[in-house]
């Protein structure tokens, strides 16, 4: 199906399902030509979600207005929010803003296995307000789901209507479904045939575009690069699961299998939420070409794995990549001593 016809089609499937508008949209398309001669391969551009606007931006804030609208258009008398991950959550500090907005408060809580300090994400989750308590959860399952029930059972046990925000809730990717029609329409505009998709990803944000992919008939390939993995989960199963429950949701007939998912895993180094020194280099070129701005631990990490396939010769001069820029930069303030150093060589 053409391009003009097929997002229509797309935006009309849409339309159907529930949404709550926080986003800042379009984000920005933007060329950039300093790193891409810098690595002398393909011609880079990059999709500005960093620049969704709530709370500093991210690609959460798209999600939430997926699963918030859903949540709350089946349950609209909800009194409280819980939601929670690492204590340098983007999802967290998304949710906080979408919960201040809407004027409810939410309870987060996050891993803090080490006790970092109050700064970068968890900074910002107390100034929007929320109630903030740590666990020392050491495993990294999908969304601490027994955390977080038991915070929603006590709630309730207080006669408050709580309801946890469910990072994997089955709305979240049509998300990037959206996002992929607004950039098809954005290239289209500018003459630009992307051979590659690239991001951080390790779940739904993918999902979205996997499945907007295929019902665009993108012939561009999407490769996620992973800032974790999950305990006890298979990173192309669970994408593909999650975009399944999203076509499902638009009833297309459309199907993403898990061989269709390309997720890395090369560039993790010390672990989540840890800098590698892959990622810290790929920071300080961005930033040192084209003022483009990446977080320590996901975004980088991603530009980190674009970078060794220029340079291993997978990505080449005939290509043109989008880098997905998903967000997180709050995060890069609590890791202000690593910055430093890395920004001395």
Known sequence: MPGAAARSRIRELLARQPRIPFALLPTPLEYLPRLSAALGGPAIHVKRDDLTGMAFGGNKTRQLEWVLGALLRAHPDVEV????????????????????????????????????????????????????????????????????????????????????????APPIALSYVDMAVELDEQCEARGLEPTRIWLAA????????????????????????????????????????????????????????????????????????????????????????????????????????????VRRGELTADDTVVFVHTGGLPAAFAYRDTILEMSRV
């Open 81 to 168: 929010l819980v939601t929670g991950a690492n204590i340098q959550s983007n999802w967290s500090r998304q949710s906080a803003a979408a919960a201040a907005k809407l004027g409810i408060p939410i309870v987060l809580v996050l891993r803090n296995t080490e006790m970092q300090e109050i700064q970068g994400n968890v900074l910002l989750d107390y100034w929007l307000g929320a109630e903030v308590r740590f666990t020392q959860e050491p495993d990294m399952t999908i969304v601490m789901r027994e955390e977080l029930d038991r915070v929603v059972d006590e709630l309730r046990a207080q006669g408050r209507r709580a309801m946890k925000i469910d990072p994997w």
């Open 202 to 309: 390790a779940g739904p944000t993918q999902s979205g575009l996997e499945l907007g992919a295929k019902l665009l008939g993108w012939r561009a390939d999407i490769t996620g690069v992973a800032p974790l993995t999950w305990t006890g989960a298979d990173l192309p199963d669970l994408t593909a699961e999650a975009a399944n429950r999203a076509a499902a949701l638009l009833r297309v007939d459309e199907r993403v299998a898990p061989s269709d998912v390309d997720n890395r895993t090369d560039q993790i180094g010390p672990g989540y939420a840890r800098p590698s020194a892959e990622s810290l280099a790929a920071m300080r070129l961005t930033a040192r070409t084209d003022a483009l701005l990446l977080d320590p631990v996901y975004t980088s990490k991603a530009m980190a794995g674009l970078i060794d396939a």
